[in-house]
């Protein structure tokens, strides 16, 4: 039986220790979540179709990703499923946003 | 007025969460899959995340309940025997214990 890679709760093998640190949380974190509530908000993405499209990820793209980036990443996922962007659009702009302002 | 909820289970009833494993969606997390609980609150019925998640309209609802756990059920070497696991369950994944 497979157990999908976000659900690992338990898992000494998967989940390793709790980092029960504080932490802050960075700018673009705070703007990936804003972006979630706009998307929710107009109607264009539901909270399960974001889970699922995390769900679905590569496994080991999945693991390689912070909290915020699989956000962003199923964000994408999602716009591109119901075309509201193409993959294209969204990497052309990213490269511009790089040039603009430097490497992320 | 909404009608009543056609809830299978009530509160105090003893559960046994389905062990399925199928590909899609699914809130039910694996650490209690297979496990028995005891149904702590009905919430009422809500659409079904398994259809929402494909752009699907989650009809029909589907009753969702708290199911309580005992820790000491749910995970080996669990010590402290008084700790309690609560978990929102849909109906679909739970069955008489």
């Known amino acids: ?104 | 007025m909404g009608r009543a909820v056609r809830a299978r289970f009530k509160p105090g009833d003893r559960v046994l969460v389905k062990m399925e494993d199928r590909p899609g969606h699914i809130r039910t997390p694996w650490y209690v899959r297979g496990k028995r609980g005891w149904i702590e609150r009905v919430y009422g019925e809500f659409r079904n995340p398994e259809s929402l998640a494909y752009g699907g309209d989650g009809l029909p609802k589907r009753p969702l309940y708290l199911v309580g756990f005992e820790q000491s059920q749910v995970w080996d070497k669990y010590e402290a025997a008084k700790d309690k696991l609560f978990i929102d369950i849909y109906e679909h994944w739970l069955e008489p214990a």
């Open chain 1, 1 to 104: 039986m497979a157990r999908g890679h976000h659900d690992i709760g338990g898992s000494e093998r998967d989940a390793g220790p709790i980092d029960r640190g504080e932490h802050q949380l960075e700018d673009w974190e705070i703007l990936a979540d804003a972006v979630n509530q706009a998307l929710g908000a107009v109607g264009v993405k539901r909270t399960d179709e974001l889970r699922r499209a995390r769900e679905e990820m590569d496994s080991e793209l999945y693991r390689s990703l912070k909290y915020y980036e699989r956000w962003i990443a199923s964000m994408e996922t999602i716009l591109i499923e119901k075309k509201i962007l193409t993959k294209e659009e969204i990497d052309r702009k990213v490269e511009e946003f790089a040039k603009k302002w430097g490497e992320p």
